[in-house]
């Protein structure tokens, strides 16, 4: 019947999969469109925790389906050998899971090239997840990819090798020896075993068109919900360019990575934490290196799902969080991690950006500009969030968000379980 679409305002890690998982009840399909296993999205229930990279976050709900849309670039190895095997019993991923024939493959040369291309940067470095990203949505573009459907040819083996070849004369040429570089512990040959491996067991799982699934299952009354992975301030046109993915990640890339009409969206969840991570490099406007940044670290556990590495810390932006609530059509925002600020006398909150003297709450051409960000200081709330209490502090922190981006805070999220969320406006 329609498809809402929840994802990222800010550069990752708002909390997509913990959310996702909690509103999974309401829909029958949950839907990834774009991005691979780049991501990491975290689910904590009954004291468990499980990180997902490219399977939907409505995995552990029974009767949701699952679809892994062609957006979406897939590792074989990665999806099969780690991300599967880790669910154990929790889920029926065999029975709830379709992916599009039309994902692309991420081949282990890619992230031979990836691991290049980053090495190469020197101070420019992206801070890739080294996932191979980049060099598969650029084979995608070039029009030299591979496909998932494509396991099923007789020619399979001979397109992979012309593939390899190709990316082999790219490492060549950068006089790189591949046997030196190790992938998930493995060397070159080791990884490119488990990846065939892993592509004969992903055989038996389901494939379809599913742009056809996803339109009939509208035209039969179903649910959707895209989930998006990244943020809007990694968007390949809108993030903070080149410090950014290799993909849409706005609500734009839910029509091109699912299939699905821009007339067919109806509600758009804008997640965001009540403060501002960043992992890898590029501009932060509202960066904090002092002991208040590495209080917010600290508290909220702020080290990446997929690589472990911690994650610059700073004040909401509310300049960027305009702009992504724009660039997508929120209509609803949901705030995450609001517990982890319940031990600060003081908060900030950046309204607006001074760029060359002059103020303005746009963002500019250049995030990497120098910007000074100007800051409205607001009195903490220093207590604890229950599940029926939302202290006043935090109320009128709120309220300041919602007037400044005339959105309404729809969803309040104070701690990484399922059952640490308040539907506050119900839509
Ligand atoms: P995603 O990529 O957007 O799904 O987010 P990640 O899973 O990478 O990172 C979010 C982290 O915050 C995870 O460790 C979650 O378990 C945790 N988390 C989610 N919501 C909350 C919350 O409201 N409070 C706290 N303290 N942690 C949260
Ligand atoms: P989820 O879905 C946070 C960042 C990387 C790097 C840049 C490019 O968990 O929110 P890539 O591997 O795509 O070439 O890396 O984007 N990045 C993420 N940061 N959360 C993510 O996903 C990310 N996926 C990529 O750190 O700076
Ligand atoms: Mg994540």
Do not use: C, H, M
């Given at each position: 019947m329609k498809v809402d679409v929840l994802l990222g305002?800010?550069?990752?890690?708002?909390g997509k999969g913990k959310i996702v998982d909690v509103l999974?009840?309401?829909?029958?399909i949950v839907a990834r469109f774009q991005g691979g296993p780049n991501a990491g999205h975290t689910l904590e229930f009954n004291n468990k925790k499980f990180i997902l990279n490219t399977?939907?976050?409505?995995?552990?709900?029974?009767?949701a389906t699952n679809v892994i849309g062609n957006g979406v670039i897939i590792d074989p190895h990665i999806l099969v050998n780690k991300e599967i095997k880790s669910l154990g019993t929790e889920a029926d991923v065999r029975s709830s899971l379709i992916i599009s024939k039309k994902a692309h493959l991420i081949i282990p040369s890619h992230k031979l090239l990836d691991f290049i291309y980053e090495s190469h940067?020197?101070?420019?470095?992206?801070?890739?997840?080294?996932?191979g990203i980049g060099p598969t949505y650029t084979d995608k573009v070039a029009r030299i990819g591979l496909r998932i459907?494509?396991?099923?040819?007789?020619d399979f083996a001979q397109r992979y090798q012309q593939l390899k070849e190709a990316h082999m004369r790219i490492a060549n040429s950068y006089l790189?020896?591949?046997?030196d570089v190790k992938f998930d512990g493995m060397n070159f040959d080791e990884y490119e075993a488990n990846w065939f491996n892993a592509v004969n067991e992903l055989k038996n799982f389901r494939f379809e068109n599913t742009e056809y699934y996803l339109n009939h299952a509208l035209n039969n009354g179903k649910n959707i919900l895209a989930e998006g992975a990244q943020g809007a301030l990694l968007d390949?046109?809108?993030?903070?360019y080149p410090f950014v993915?290799?993909?849409?990640?706005?609500?734009?890339?839910v029509c091109s990575g699912?299939?699905?009409?821009?007339?067919?969206?109806d509600k758009v969840f804008g997640i965001f934490k009540a403060y501002c991570t960043r992992v890898g490099s590029g501009p932060f406007p509202?960066?904090?290196?002092?002991k208040t940044g590495t209080k917010m670290q600290t508290i909220g556990n702020?080290?990446?799902?997929?690589?472990g590495r911690s994650r610059r810390c700073g004040w909401l932006d509310l300049p960027l969080l305009k702009y992504s609530s724009m660039l997508n059509g929120v209509t609803d925002l949901i705030m995450m991690k609001?517990?982890?600020?319940?031990?600060?006398?003081e908060i900030l909150v950046c309204n607006k950006y001074k760029v060359n003297n002059i103020l303005t709450d746009e963002t500019p051409?250049?995030?990497?500009?120098?910007i000074e960000a100007q800051y409205l200081k607001i009195k903490g709330w220093n207590s604890e969030i229950k599940s029926n209490h939302v202290p006043k502090e935090l109320k009128n922190y709120m309220e300041l968000i919602e007037n400044e981006t005339?959105?309404?805070?729809s969803v309040l999220s104070y701690g990484p379980d399922r059952k640490a969320t308040q539907i506050l406006k119900p839509w």
């Open positions: 305002l800010q550069w990752g890690d708002e999974t009840p309401d829909y029958d399977i939907p976050s409505g995995i552990f709900r029974e009767g940067k020197r101070d420019q470095k992206i801070g890739s997840t080294l996932k459907g494509d396991i099923f040819n007789p790189i020896d591949y046997k390949i046109d809108f993030g903070s993915t290799s993909s849409n990640t706005t609500t734009a890339g699912l299939g699905i009409a821009p007339s067919k969206i509202t960066e904090l290196f002092d702020e080290f990446g799902s997929t690589t609001a517990d982890v600020l319940n031990d600060f006398d051409f250049d995030l990497n500009e120098p005339r959105l309404p805070i």
